[in-house]
Each structure stands twice: as structure tokens, then as C-alpha cells.
């Protein structure tokens, strides 16, 4: 069974999360996942390459928790490291 995305809603009506942002949170978590199953990341070694906790990495790939710069930066770091690595292997 699959549900449809959780929206939480404020008191007035307008929804917590929106559309855009929600996106965003499904691309990241497809990114991260991608990543992780490309390189052979489990959870906790991509929580230490990043130096950020294994909670936050669980709420990443759940799409329920929007990123920092900072984390994402860090992200995009370690994913461009482990091409260039992947490059010098291959030739």
C-alpha cells in the first residue's frame, strides 16, 4: 500500500510544507539514496563522512527534515570527492 505525502497543516489553514519544498525533500532523499547505493554507503559511514548524526541522515533519506546549506555543501563535497576517486580507479 502507498500512501500520499503527509502535509501538515497550521492553525490557519495554509499547509506547514509547500509543494516546492516538499519536492525537494523527494529529490534529496532520491539523491542521497542514489549516492549511498552507487558508493556503498551504509547509513552510519555517510553520518561520519559528513560529520552530522546518523538521526539526521535517516530523516534525510525519509524526506522528513529539509537540509542545511551547510550539510548539503558537505554533501555535494563528498559526492564530487568519491567521482574523482571512482575516475582515477577506472583508469
Same mark, same amino acid.
Given at each position: 500500500?502507498?500512501?500520499? =505525502? ?8 495554509? =499547509? +506547514?510544507? @509547500?509543494? +516546492?519544498?516538499? $519536492? ?5 532523499? +532520491? ?7 552507487? %558508493?556503498? %554507503? !551504509?547509513?552510519?559511514?555517510? #553520518?561520519? +563522512?559528513?560529520?552530522? !548524526?546518523?538521526? $539526521?541522515?535517516? %530523516?534525510?533519506? #525519509?524526506?522528513?527534515?529539509?537540509? @542545511?546549506? /551547510? ?8 559526492? /564530487?570527492?568519491?567521482?574523482? /576517486? ?6
Amino acid at each position: 500500500m502507498v500512501l500520499g =505525502p503527509l502535509l501538515f497543516w497550521r492553525r490557519d489553514g495554509k =499547509p +506547514a510544507i @509547500t509543494p +516546492a519544498e516538499l $519536492e525537494d525533500r523527494r529529490q534529496r532523499q +532520491a539523491e542521497w539514496r542514489e549516492f549511498r547505493k552507487e %558508493y556503498l %554507503y !551504509s547509513q552510519k559511514a555517510l #553520518s561520519e +563522512a559528513l560529520k552530522i !548524526s546518523l538521526r $539526521e541522515v535517516q %530523516y534525510v533519506e #525519509s524526506g522528513t527534515v529539509t537540509l @542545511t546549506f /551547510t550539510n548539503q555543501k558537505h554533501f555535494q563535497d563528498l559526492k /564530487t570527492q568519491c567521482k574523482a /576517486t571512482a575516475r582515477k580507479q577506472a583508469a
